[in-house]
Structure formats: C-alpha cells, structure tokens
C-alpha cells in the first residue's frame, strides 16, 4: 500500500512538471503576442511563469533524484570493489540528508518569514514560491532516507531504483 501510495505521488509530480511547462508556455507566448500584436501585456503573466518554472524544477528533480537520473561520474568508482563501492554509496547518501536537511530548514524559514509577503504584480504569499523548496526537501529527504536503507541493506540499484 505504501508503494502504491508513493507511485501516485510521483505520478502527480510529473503531471505537476507538465501543468507548469504548459502554464508557462501559455503564459510567455500569450504575453508575446499581447505585446506585439496589440500593444500590451498581462503583467502577472511574467510573476506566475517564474513561479511556475521553480515548481517545475524542484518537482522535476524530485522525479529524477528519485529514478536516479541525475548526473554522476562514476568511472573510478565503478572500478572498486563491490564493499568499497558500498561504502562510498552510504557515505554520499548520508551526505545528500545532511545536504537535504540544510534545505529544508532554509525553506521552513523562508516560508514561515515570507507569510506576510506579497509578490508585487499577482499579490500572491511569496511563502508559496519557496514552499517548492520545502516541498524538494522533505521529498528528497525521504527518497534517500529509502536509498540509505536499500544501500546499508545491499540491495542492488538495478529494478528497485526506480520505487521509494
């Protein structure tokens, strides 16, 4: 049931990715075409695109960290010994959560310190721009939480990567 409950959530990820791509697209190109077809624009269209371009990314890199399609080079690792290479996955894990855990407390501050803020064309809480960060965070957290598991455990990369 976890498993099914963490594939519907990465699966309204991605549609969260693509309804963001198509906002924005609509967004710039109507804009484009406002300004030079009729002399005018939509100035909130510019605000929400970039709003909208954050929550693209960090809701696409919270897919990709969790398929582990993130760039890596791993020539010279690749090369050690399975134990070393062990070794080196939970250490770099163990790196990643701290790492993580520095984002997620730099987005709960600038969530909490941003309630009162508004975005100067839409009027929206600027609290909701960062929430993308601590949405990454808490979900990034809990992938590698999982990978950690996997790693101490031994289970391999190969078809499991890809579930939390």
């Given at each position: ?140 957290f809990a992938i590698l939480l999982v990978r950690l598991w996997r790693e101490i455990r031994g289970v391999d990369k190969g078809a499991g990567e890809g579930g939390p």
């Amino acid at each position: 049931m976890l498993t099914r409950l963490a594939n519907a959530y990465f699966k309204a990820l991605d549609q969260i990715v693509v309804i963001c791509l198509a906002g924005m697209v609509v967004m710039v190109f109507g804009n484009v075409v406002l300004r030079y077809g009729f002399n005018g624009g939509i100035t909130q269209s510019e605000e929400l695109s970039r709003w909208l371009f954050v929550w693209m990314v960090f809701c696409g890199a919270i897919v990709v960290l969790r398929e582990g399609g993130h760039i890596a080079v791993d020539m010279f690792v690749a090369r050690l010994p399975r134990a070393v290479r062990q070794a080196i996955a939970i250490l770099v894990t163990i790196t990643m959560l701290g790492l993580t855990w520095l984002v997620i407390q730099g987005a709960l501050t600038q969530v909490s310190v941003n309630r009162t803020s508004f975005a100067p064309a839409s009027g929206l809480s600027l609290s909701w721009f960062f929430a993308a960060g601590l949405v990454f965070g808490v979900s990034a957290f809990a992938i590698l939480l999982v990978r950690l598991w996997r790693e101490i455990r031994g289970v391999d990369k190969g078809a499991g990567e890809g579930g939390p």
